[in-house]
Structures are given as C-alpha cells and as structure tokens.
C-alpha cells in the first residue's frame, strides 16, 4: 500500500517551505517515526517523519524546490523490504550531512537516459534547462558534488553562450562555493575566487524582512545606561557549586537579568505592550524572547510565564532552548507569544550597540560585555566589572521617561540582586 509524504501544518501563518534536505534515498528501507525529510520555514527548519515502516519508492519535490501546506513530497510503499545500503543509483542526490539548508537546490538525479546526458549527471532543475536550451553536456563543467552539474552551473553556461567559463584545468576545489551554507561564506580560498553567490534561506530573508518592517513602522529610539556587575559576580561565585548541586543547571547571568526585566515591567506596562490597530494591547504576562545565534541566523525562542518560574527554572529553561536553537530543533510554538526581548552581544565581545526591535514587541534589550573600568565610588577611583545595557523601544507605545525609568530599574536590581530574591 502507497503511503503518502506531504506537507504539515507549519504552524501560525506560515505556508510555504523549502524542501531542505532528504534523509533517504529512493529504494531505503525506512521505519515508523524515522525522519525522512527535512522542511525549511521562515522561521524554524522540521523533520517529517514515516507514518508507517516500508520503503521509500517516490521522492516528488526535489530538495531546494518550495513547496505548500498539504502539498505530496513523495511515498512510502508501505510494508516493503528496502535497501539498507546505499544504492547504485538512485532519483536523489546523496544526502548532505546535517545541514538546515544549502546554497543551491541538490536536487534529485533522474534514471531515465537522455540523449544530452553524458557520463557527468546533471541535477534535474539543470536537465530542465539543458533540455529546453538544446546544450552540450560534454561542453559543460559540473561544480557540484561528485562533479555534478547544478543549476547555476547551466545558467552560467548560458551567459556565455553554452559552455561553462571556467576551463578543465582550473585549479578550483572539487567542493566549491555553490556547496556552502545558506548566509555564510565559505572560508579562505584562492583570489581568483573574489566573489561567492550564495542562496538565501527562509530563515535569513524572514529576518530580513522582519528587521526592515521594525525600521519602516516603529518609531524606535535608544537609550543606554549601565551596571556595576561586581554584586551579581559575588553571589554567583558564592553559591554557583551549591546551585549546580542542588538543581543541576550553572547559575549564569541570563537568570539575573530575565527576572530584573519582568520586575521592571511589572511596574512599567507599556514596556511589554504592543499596538494592534488604533489600540494598545497590554500584556498582564511575562514571554520573554531570548535571542539566540544558530548556524543559519538568529532565532528568538521564547521563555514562557518567566515571572512564575524561579532562578533554577530559567535557568533549565534558557538552556534548552538554546540547544534546541543550535540543534535545529525549535517548533513554532517555541518562537511564538514573546512580549519582550533580550539579546546578549556581549557573548560575541560587543561592548556597546543598539538592538533592533523585534516586531510586534515594543522593546528589547541588549545585554554586553563586561570589562573593567575606573569608576568613582564614594569619592575613590576603583576598578570594576562594568557592562552597558541598551533599551531599544517603540516611541510610538513608549515615552523617555518611561524606557529611562525601566532601564534604572534593570541596573538597580542587578547591583543589588538580593532585591530581585526578596521581590522588592
């Protein structure tokens, strides 16, 4: 029996994706639950997996081709013997290791003999284009895998007039650069290599677009301030053994500051409020979104009901999103709901920058590397571990005084933080 392969649900108005990568070959043996296929959304990258044990016997959607809620990736016959091994051939490229996305389409190689086919396999979006462009394979140089030819390569041909540029005895890298991942360059190369072309993914052009809508709506405006460091270094260098034996997670900073930013808007409303038409919706919860830097861009899973849980709780929670981020793991639901933001470029060595908002939210803050300074305590210059805090927020929903007041909130419970365990 034919089992169909198609599309979930993605989630909240998401209905498109992008066929990232298959896990199987046609002809593989596949198991119930296993994963057979990888989607690419705007927003997180999922796994589709086998409903029922059998053999995969059609793959439809090439990877690298979009496609639609609902919409037939391929069949599984169920209850058939499949190889274990990798076949001869086979309608799919080999699959990549783990990646979520890749630059250019690997698409699926077809079996049937064309008279334009020579012992160098064109990949089938290529084939399409050889076929309605009457080309010479054998004129044609393949930089893809295994020196298949991509794409790209045929469109460059067709730029030059039906041969590839490049001549045989180019001294290129067998992997080149159509082979890097979405948004990152290769590394070093040669210099006759001075430009890379590489597509975009989902996942970078939804952060595009969201970045320049904060721009084009939200009147935003920044204002900075910053912390003395030194209490909260204390008491985390007293008790962090104490608290990793006791709850099995590290006392990290993240914990600190979520719970400083939900006391402060707790006491100030229109930091974690949003516009919805002529109206200001007002959030009486607390979904912080903790920005995290993945491989493919950066992601904003969601700590739901922060000001319910406790420092180990947050902790436990901050981590396991992270890692789900890294992993490539994030649902939709772990993206979804936040009421305000923190991002930490200080990870990265920033010293000071203004973050940008994350839309519909009407601020975020940015966290940055703490380095120590001359400052004056009471009348003495003394060296301390200082870090500046940025709040960007919506000067449409909120006022100076109120994004100043927030932010002297945020630093007097840090250098003080038995206030923040004491509620006060």
Same mark, same amino acid.
């Given at each position: 029996?034919?089992?169909?392969?198609?599309?979930?649900?993605?989630?909240?108005?998401?209905?498109?994706?992008?066929?990232?990568?298959?896990?199987?070959?046609?002809?593989?043996?596949?198991?119930?639950?296993?994963?057979?296929?990888?989607?690419?959304?705007?927003?997180?990258?999922?796994?589709?997996?086998?409903?029922?044990?059998?053999?995969?016997?059609?793959?439809?959607?090439?990877?690298?081709?979009?496609?639609?809620?609902?919409?037939?990736?391929?069949?599984?016959?169920?209850?058939?013997?499949?190889?274990?091994?990798?076949?001869?051939?086979?309608?799919?490229?080999?699959?990549?290791?783990?990646?979520?996305?890749?630059?250019?389409?690997?698409?699926?190689?077809?079996?049937?003999?064309?008279? #334009? +086919?020579?012992? $160098?396999? *064109? =990949?089938?979006?290529?084939?399409?284009?050889?076929? @309605?462009?009457?080309? !010479?394979?054998?004129?044609?140089?393949?930089?893809?895998?295994?020196?298949?030819?991509?794409?790209?390569?045929?469109?460059?041909?067709?730029?030059?007039?039906?041969?590839?540029?490049?001549?045989?005895?180019?001294?290129?890298?067998?992997?080149?650069?159509?082979?890097?991942?979405?948004?990152?360059?290769?590394?070093?190369?040669?210099?006759?290599?001075?430009?890379?072309?590489?597509?975009?993914?989902?996942?970078?052009?939804?952060?595009?677009?969201?970045?320049?809508?904060?721009?084009?709506?939200?009147?935003?405006?920044?204002?900075?301030?910053?912390?003395?460091?030194?209490?909260?270094?204390?008491?985390?260098?007293?008790?962090?053994?104490?608290?990793?034996?006791?709850?099995?997670?590290?006392?990290?900073?993240?914990?600190?500051? #979520? +719970?400083?930013? $939900?006391? *402060? =808007?707790?006491?100030?409303?229109?930091?974690?409020? @949003?516009?919805?038409? !002529?109206?200001?919706?007002?959030?009486?919860?607390?979904?912080?979104?903790?920005?995290?830097?993945?491989?493919?861009?950066?992601?904003?899973?969601?700590?739901?009901?922060?000001?319910?849980?406790?420092?180990?709780?947050?902790?436990?929670?901050?981590?396991?999103?992270?890692?789900?981020?890294?992993?490539?793991?994030?649902?939709?639901?772990?993206?979804?709901?936040?009421?305000?933001?923190?991002?930490?470029?200080?990870?990265?060595?920033?010293?000071?920058?203004?973050?940008?908002?994350?839309?519909?939210?009407?601020?975020?803050?940015?966290?940055?590397?703490?380095?120590?300074?001359?400052?004056?305590?009471?009348?003495?210059?003394?060296?301390?571990?200082?870090?500046?805090?940025?709040?960007?927020?919506?000067?449409?929903?909120?006022?100076? +005084?109120?994004? $100043?007041?927030? =932010?002297?909130?945020?630093?007097?419970?840090?250098?003080?933080?038995?206030?923040?365990?004491?509620?006060?």
């Amino acid at each position: 029996m034919a089992i169909e392969i198609r599309v979930p649900i993605l989630g909240e108005s998401v209905t498109e994706a992008t066929v990232g990568q298959w896990f199987k070959k046609v002809g593989d043996a596949v198991a119930k639950d296993e994963p057979i296929v990888e989607l690419e959304t705007d927003k997180v990258t999922l796994e589709v997996n086998a409903t029922e044990a059998g053999r995969l016997d059609e793959i439809i959607v090439a990877e690298g081709e979009d496609v639609e809620v609902g919409a037939l990736l391929g069949q599984i016959a169920a209850g058939a013997s499949g190889k274990e091994a990798e076949p001869a051939a086979t309608k799919t490229e080999e699959a990549k290791p783990a990646e979520p996305a890749v630059a250019l389409p690997a698409e699926k190689t077809e079996d049937k003999p064309e008279s #334009t +086919k020579s012992d $160098v396999n *064109a =990949l089938p979006a290529a084939q399409k284009l050889i076929d @309605e462009n009457n080309l !010479d394979v054998s004129k044609l140089k393949g930089t893809g895998k295994d020196g298949r030819i991509t794409k790209g390569d045929v469109l460059e041909a067709l730029d030059n007039g039906g041969s590839s540029a490049a001549p045989a005895t180019s001294d290129k890298p067998s992997t080149p650069a159509p082979e890097a991942k979405p948004s990152e360059p290769s590394g070093p190369r040669s210099e006759e290599d001075r430009e890379e072309r590489v597509k975009m993914s989902r996942l970078r052009k939804s952060i595009a677009s969201r970045l320049k809508e904060a721009q084009n709506t939200a009147a935003m405006l920044t204002t900075y301030n910053e912390v003395d460091m030194g209490a909260m270094l204390d008491l985390r260098t007293e008790y962090k053994e104490l608290f990793l034996k006791k709850h099995g997670v590290k006392l990290g900073f993240m914990s600190f500051f #979520t +719970k400083a930013c $939900v006391a *402060a =808007l707790k006491e100030l409303p229109a930091v974690n409020a @949003e516009i919805d038409g !002529d109206y200001l919706v007002y959030k009486n919860y607390y979904n912080m979104g903790i920005a995290v830097g993945t491989s493919s861009g950066l992601v904003v899973p969601v700590l739901r009901d922060a000001d319910k849980l406790s420092f180990a709780e947050v902790e436990k929670g901050i981590g396991e999103l992270g890692k789900k981020a890294r992993d490539g793991k994030l649902s939709m639901p772990d993206l979804q709901g936040g009421t305000f933001t923190i991002t930490n470029g200080g990870v990265y060595g920033s010293l000071m920058s203004s973050p940008i908002l994350n839309p519909p939210q009407a601020a975020v803050l940015g966290m940055h590397k703490i380095q120590e300074r001359p400052m004056v305590v009471k009348g003495e210059i003394k060296i301390r571990p200082m870090m500046y805090l940025a709040l960007t927020y919506d000067h449409r929903i909120i006022d100076g +005084k109120e994004a $100043v007041t927030f =932010l002297v909130r945020v630093k007097d419970a840090l250098e003080d933080p038995q206030r923040l365990l004491l509620d006060l």
